[in-house]
């Protein structure tokens, strides 16, 4: 089936009213102070949870490899890469310096998967691409890939993922993700707070 | 007279050995598929190919498993349309990389196999791509920032 290429349709109204819940969030004054930290990270959990599906980014990120794996591992596996992705992107998300987003286009394949494009435009002038790779899931679409400058989220994890467990095992893997975990939480009291 | 056609006959055979030898080292680096059949043909888009070309490699874990068959556009994308020998499965969110050997050599298609039970079928789309990357345009943006400082 052709992709049907359109100026604006559902797939990108849902990236657009995320970010745009986002960056409300993120402007509120009465969460701006530090004790409010928590509080705005389940705030902005919460609206990420919404747009992203992460079991389904979990296992694409893994790749061949999750098909041997037992039900418990992959919830395990699920679980860490969740955390991790989620800490990442927090971080990113508050070192938001009034960057705006421009929403190009979005195209629809066989009425089920669907990539928005946009570009993060920077105070310098410079132009990002980022495109949100996204599956329609009953009503809603839900992000499964990003990709940004031609460089996609799910075969970055994938590949190192893969190195991982051809060097050593699955076991491995779930330990590395806890370190991850454990940095990036330790790591975030030092990012910049309010504006 | 009969040592001199004996010897004639050795050079002969000399002669018809070090031929066979040069077909038979052809056909291993010209990687001639004799019978090739068992390819499975698939297609991909992607926002730029810079420097692919038919023929380029399709490779797996550095493997090569197939080559490039054509390159087009459609909707101002790049679409090519590739073989890849049969019997290695593809799953639905396999992803296809356009890449570079080192950093400025030739470019060939990367595949990344996913976890999905459902396979591409023959003929059938590899529908998560990543263009080749705009390493000038990188280098360019590199050096516009810095001169903004």
Known sequence: MAAVPSRAGEPTD??????????????KKELQAKEKRAERRALLRGEISKAFDFDEMAKR????????????????????????????????IEAYQGEKIRYM??????????????????????EIPVNYRMVKERTDWRVYDVVIEEISLVNNYRSQFGGILQR???????????????????GSGSRKEGR | MNRKIGFETAVGIFIVA????????SLRLGKVEIGG???????????????????STVEIAGVQVGAVESIGVKDYKAVVRMRVH????????????????????????????????????AGGKIRETEGALDLEGLIGEFIHGSAKK
């Open chain 1, 14 to 27: 849902q990236v657009r009213g995320t970010i745009d819940r986002v960056l409300e969030i993120l402007k």
């Open chain 1, 61 to 92: 990120s893994l790749g061949p490899p999750w098909r041997q794996r037992t039900q418990e591992e992959r919830k395990e596996y699920v679980t860490l890469f969740r955390q991790v992705l989620e800490n990442s992107y927090l971080g990113k």
């Open chain 1, 105 to 126: 286009k979005d195209s629809v394949e066989e009425g089920r998967i669907a990539t928005v494009e946009t570009f993060i435009v920077t105070g310098k002038g410079q």
């Open chain 1, 168 to 186: 050593s095992s699955f076991e491995d893997l779930l330990a590395r993700l806890r370190e991850m975990v454990k940095a990036s939480d330790s």
């Open chain 2, 18 to 25: 070090g031929i066979a030898c040069l077909a038979w080292l």
């Open chain 2, 37 to 55: 059949g068992n390819q499975f043909p698939v297609s991909a888009e992607f926002a730029s190919v810079a420097g692919l070309r038919a023929g």
């Open chain 2, 86 to 121: 049969g019997g290695i499965g593809l799953p639905e969110d396999t992803i296809a990389s356009v890449r570079t050997r080192g950093l400025i050599g030739d470019k060939y298609i990367n595949l990344s196999p996913g976890a999905s039970d459902r396979m591409i079928p």
